[in-house]
C-alpha cells in the first residue's frame, strides 16, 4: 500500500461516510456539513487521479459557495423547532430498495467492463485543461458563461419579495 | 480489479446514496444535496475514466468543470426556487405542494 494508495481508501471512506451523514441525518445542518464533507472527499479523489486543478474547482464551488447557499436557504426557509414529517418505514424501505437495485444493476455492468490501459502519463496541467477549453470545447464554454449569467438573474427575479405585487398591481388576478 | 473499478465502485456508491436520498428525503434542501451527490458521482465517474482508461484525460476534465458548472446554476436556481417557495406555501416539504393535484 503506497502513499496514493492511503490517499484513495481515506478520500474514498471520507466520501462514502460523508454521503450517508447528508442523506441520513435528521438535522438539514448535518445534512449539509455531510455534504461538504463528501465533497471533501470527491476532492481527494481528484487528488490521487492526478488532477489538482479539478480538486480546488470542486472545493471552491461546491463546499465553498453551494454550501453556503444553502445554510442561507435554510436559514430564510426552514424553522428548526418545527415538528418534522414522520416518514413511514415502507416509504423508507422502498427507497433502499430502489437504490440497492440500482447499486446492483450498476454493479453487475462493472463486473463484466473491460478497460483499455491509459495512453499517456496521469498528470494534467491546468495549462492543457486550459488550452482545451479555449479552443476545441469554446462553445460550450461560452454556453456555460451564458448559462451562470442567465441563473443568476433567474435566481435574483425569482427570490425577489415583491415579485407577485409586480405582475398584478392591486391584488387583482 | 484494477484502479478504476475501484474508482468507478466508489462513484457508484455515492450516486445509490445520492439516489436514496432523492426518493426518500421530503425537504427539498435534503433532496437538494442528494441531487449534488448523484452529480459529484457523476464528475468522479468521468474523471476517473478519462485519466485511468485510453484516451485524453483534460477532456475529462473539461468534461467535468463544465458539470460542476451546470451544478452550481442548477443549485442557485434551485434554491431561490425553494426561498420562494416557502414565502408562498410556508413549507418547503414536498408533501404539502400539491396545489397542482385537482
Known sequence: MNWNGFLFGASAALALIGALFAVGLKNIFHNILGFALALVGVAGLFLTLGSDFLAIVLLLVYVGALGIAMVYAVMLSQPLDAPRARRSRAKIAGAALLAAAVAAALWLALRGARFPPPAGSLEVTPQMTGYRLLTDYVLAFELISVLLVVAMIGAVMVARKDRGAARRPGGAP | ?102
Open chain 2, 1 to 102: 480489479m484494477s484502479w478504476l473499478h475501484w474508482y468507478l465502485v466508489v462513484a457508484v456508491l455515492l450516486f445509490c446514496i445520492g439516489l436514496y436520498g432523492l426518493v426518500q428525503r421530503r425537504s427539498l434542501i435534503g433532496m437538494l444535496i442528494a441531487l449534488e451527490l448523484m452529480l459529484a458521482a457523476v464528475s468522479l465517474n468521468v474523471v476517473a475514466i478519462t485519466s485511468l482508461s485510453g484516451g485524453q484525460s483534460s477532456v475529462g476534465q473539461v468534461v467535468a468543470i463544465i458539470l460542476i458548472g451546470v451544478a452550481a446554476a442548477e443549485g442557485a436556481v434551485a434554491l431561490s426556487l425553494f426561498v420562494a417557495i416557502q414565502r408562498e406555501v410556508q413549507s418547503i416539504n414536498v408533501e404539502n405542494l400539491s396545489e397542482l393535484k385537482g
